[in-house]
């Protein structure tokens, strides 16, 4: 058995915590930065320049201290400190596993706890961030799902993930280097597949992922960035119309029946009115496919039946199909596909014409990989047994 990896402490020294009353610019929109620029004093004339330059210091280059911004005077730079901060959430602790998957926890406003994965790749560099601490979903085969909703994450805790995993890999241009693919790509690709319903938290994710997404800054494209949702359907069209990412869809079964045990929001709407929904999706962010994901689990959903009416019910939609084998954790009321079985299952999507790539699990030494989530303090509350009987066993 691999060795669990250690637990290391972040011994970034940039200054992480805000202090109290001020506002963080970390999470503005263009709009709100402009807006408290000129409550502070900024004339509006100078107001959208000002906001321009803060920017590309704040997302570009990765820049907390004001008294660095050299393109702008003395005086403003004091007025600047004296009214705001940029400050990221904390992190707690950072873990690395074997594969180089790298775990961190991070503690936001009020002491509650998220972890952001890294998942490194050959040519690119994908980061997993939470929109929740906790979840409201149950999802019976997740986690996470087995943590409650506490509360939804603001714009500037979700952003500020990406921000503090570009501290961790020292992915942050250097001054007078330009945005886009100029910069560096450690990080290249954004998935909302953490902790929480991202659709469940709208404002604050679209807000964060506008943030991601422009040009002047993080510079990331929208189809470097996937927002997971397990189905709530009246925000899917929203999605489409104010972020345009890709979309990807926990699906996990083929008949209402099963769904509704694994994915309990199935229930509100059921398979039919979400893949109504999702017919729209492609054509209104010119996406190519909608990616649904699919974790096999043993004798539940994995069947070659199941397989065929998975085929069925994709049928007029772009799609591929993730399969996941399911990642195990204490008191999980369910095991994982065989091999054979998930290759079997596989074989028959792909003959139908859907790509299947079936994932291979990164960070499960480190409780890192999907469906693991879960801040530590909460796990470590738990006992295997409590943990059991909130799944239902």
Same mark, same amino acid.
């Given at each position: 058995m691999t060795a669990k990896a250690p637990i290391t402490q972040d011994m970034l020294t940039i200054p992480r915590k805000a202090p109290e009353g001020l506002p963080n610019l970390v999470g503005m929109t263009r709009d709100q930065m402009r807006a408290a620029l000129i409550a502070a004093g900024t004339p509006e004339k100078q107001a959208k320049m000002r906001v321009g330059q803060l920017w590309q210091w704040v997302y570009h280059w990765g820049v907390r201290d004001f008294a660095v911004m050299t393109n702008l005077s003395k005086d403003y730079r004091a007025m600047l400190a004296r009214n705001f901060v940029i400050a990221l959430p904390e992190v707690v602790t950072r873990q690395v596993s074997d594969d180089g998957t790298r775990k961190y926890l991070v503690r936001i406003a009020g002491g509650h706890e998220v972890e952001v994965v890294y998942i490194p790749e050959t040519d690119r560099g994908t980061l997993c961030i939470s929109s929740q601490v906790g979840c409201t979903l149950t999802c019976s085969f997740c986690h996470t799902g087995t943590q /409650?909703?506490?509360? +939804?994450?603001?714009?500037?805790?979700?952003?500020?993930?990406? &921000?503090?995993?570009?501290?961790?890999?020292?992915?942050?241009?250097?001054?007078?280097?330009?945005?886009?693919?100029?910069?560096?790509?450690?990080?290249? *690709?954004?998935?909302? &597949?953490? &902790?929480?319903?991202?659709?469940? *938290?709208?404002?604050?994710?679209?807000?964060?992922?506008?943030?991601? &997404?422009?040009?002047?800054?993080?510079?990331?494209?929208?189809?470097?960035?996937?927002?997971?949702?397990?189905?709530?359907?009246?925000?899917?069209?929203?999605?489409?119309?104010?972020?345009?990412?890709?979309?990807?869809?926990?699906?996990?079964?083929?008949?209402?029946?099963?769904?509704?045990?694994?994915?309990?929001?199935?229930?509100?709407? *059921?398979?039919?009115?979400?893949?109504?929904?999702?017919?729209?999706?492609?054509?209104?962010? *010119?996406?190519?496919?909608?990616?649904?994901?699919?974790?096999?689990?043993?004798?539940?959903?994995?069947?070659?039946?199941?397989?065929?009416? !998975?085929?069925? !019910?994709?049928?007029?939609?772009?799609? /591929?199909?993730?399969?996941?084998?399911? +990642?195990?954790?204490?008191?999980?009321?369910?095991?994982?596909?065989? +091999?054979?079985?998930?290759?079997?299952?596989?074989?028959? !999507?792909?003959?139908?014409?859907?790509?299947s790539p079936i994932r291979t699990p990164r960070g499960e030494d480190i409780m890192a990989a999907c469906g693991q989530l879960k801040s530590t303090t909460e796990r470590s509350r738990k006992s295997r047994a409590q943990i059991a009987a909130e799944a239902g066993l």
């Open positions: /409650k909703l506490v509360r +939804n994450l603001t714009a500037g805790e979700i952003i500020g993930q990406v &921000m503090l995993a570009r501290d961790d890999l020292d992915a942050w241009p250097a001054p007078g280097t330009g945005t886009g693919d100029a910069g560096p790509r450690l990080l290249s *690709n954004i998935v909302l &597949m953490g &902790m929480g319903e991202p659709l469940y *938290n709208f404002e604050n994710v679209r807000d964060a992922m506008q943030i991601a &997404m422009d040009g002047e800054g993080i510079a990331l494209g929208r189809r470097r960035i996937t927002l997971s949702t397990s189905g709530v359907v009246p925000e899917i069209a929203r999605t489409a119309q104010e972020i345009g990412c890709l979309l990807a869809v926990s699906f996990h079964a083929t008949t209402d029946e099963v769904r509704d045990t694994l994915v309990p929001i199935n229930k509100r709407w *059921n398979i039919e009115t979400l893949l109504e929904a999702l017919k729209a999706y492609p054509k209104a962010t *010119n996406s190519e496919r909608i990616t649904f994901e699919y974790v096999m689990l043993d004798g539940v959903n994995d069947t070659d039946a199941d397989a065929h009416r !998975l085929v069925k !019910l994709l049928d007029g939609i772009p799609a /591929k199909v993730n399969l996941i084998p399911f +990642n195990e954790w204490p008191g999980a009321p369910y095991k994982r596909s065989s +091999n054979n079985r998930i290759r079997a299952f596989a074989t028959i !999507l792909m003959q139908a014409g859907y790509a």
